[in-house]
């Protein structure tokens, strides 16, 4: 069982354009991180959320962490060819020390 | 400010061997958590050390082990190597207290044949 839902499961768009990408779950988080990570490397931390309603921006990034901490969203503004790889979201549930991780967005952004 | 850094970046093995790799945290970080994750896929979860013990351990077999150095280094050992442990296995280190929050090596990717 997939403790955390993303969607979509493969995104491919023009360089340009907007994107949401989700994270789900029927379960609450202490927190939630989100990783991008590109082929052969590890994942790189983005962001961590930790109130809920909670929005962060890094640049044309913007994170926000669901009201009832269950679910977040990244939202990626005019997309660049940059911006490609696979974005993780993983949260933390408090009560013990390992991630729960979702399966990832793999995002193509192309010229 | 040194990273994460995992040795070796390559590896093949033969079914029924035994592999150990290598991990050094972030400087000033104490606790490492190991990860398997095949292509396209999340990371899973294998275990974590702090204070050279392992304080939780993911669904894996007891085939997969570990060990953490006075200096915070780890090793994972993985015995009787069956070819679906092919995979991209990852370090990550963090300071305890915000194990949340965690630093990524470059991973090691394992072929098994």
């Known amino acids: 069982t997939q403790l955390l839902e993303q969607s979509p499961q493969f995104l491919s768009i023009q360089e340009g354009e907007n994107l949401t990408v989700y994270c789900n779950s029927s379960?609450?988080?202490?927190?939630l991180q989100w990783y991008r990570q590109e082929p052969g490397e590890g994942p790189v931390l983005l962001v961590t959320?930790?109130?809920g309603g909670e929005v962060k921006k890094l640049k044309r990034l913007t994170f926000q962490f669901g009201d009832a901490r269950k679910d977040s969203s990244l939202h990626i503004t005019a997309a660049q060819p940059g911006d490609t790889g696979l974005y993780l979201c993983?949260?933390?549930?408090?009560?013990?020390?390992?991630?729960?991780w979702g399966a990832g967005t793999k995002l193509i952004i192309k010229p | 400010d040194a990273g994460v850094t995992q040795s070796p970046t390559h590896l093949i093995k033969t079914r029924g061997q035994q592999v150990t790799l290598r991990c050094s945290p972030k400087?000033?970080?104490?606790?490492v958590s190991w990860y398997q994750q095949a292509l396209g896929q999340g990371p899973q979860f294998i275990f974590q050390?702090?204070?050279?013990?392992?304080?939780q351990r993911g669904n894996f077999p007891d085939r997969f082990s570990g060990h953490q150095f006075p200096n915070y280094s780890s090793e994972l050992n993985v015995n009787a190597l069956w070819l679906g442990d092919s995979a991209l296995y990852l370090c990550?280190?963090?300071?305890?207290?915000?194990?949340?929050?965690?630093?990524f090596g470059p991973g090691t990717r394992l072929t098994v044949t």
């Open positions: 990550a280190s963090s300071l305890t207290g915000r194990s949340y929050e965690q630093y």
């Open positions: 400087s000033g970080h104490d606790t």
């Open positions: 050390y702090y204070e050279e013990e392992e304080r």
């Open positions: 379960s609450v988080f202490s927190s």
């Open positions: 959320v930790v109130t």
């Open positions: 993983a949260g933390d549930q408090g009560s013990n020390y390992q991630l729960i």
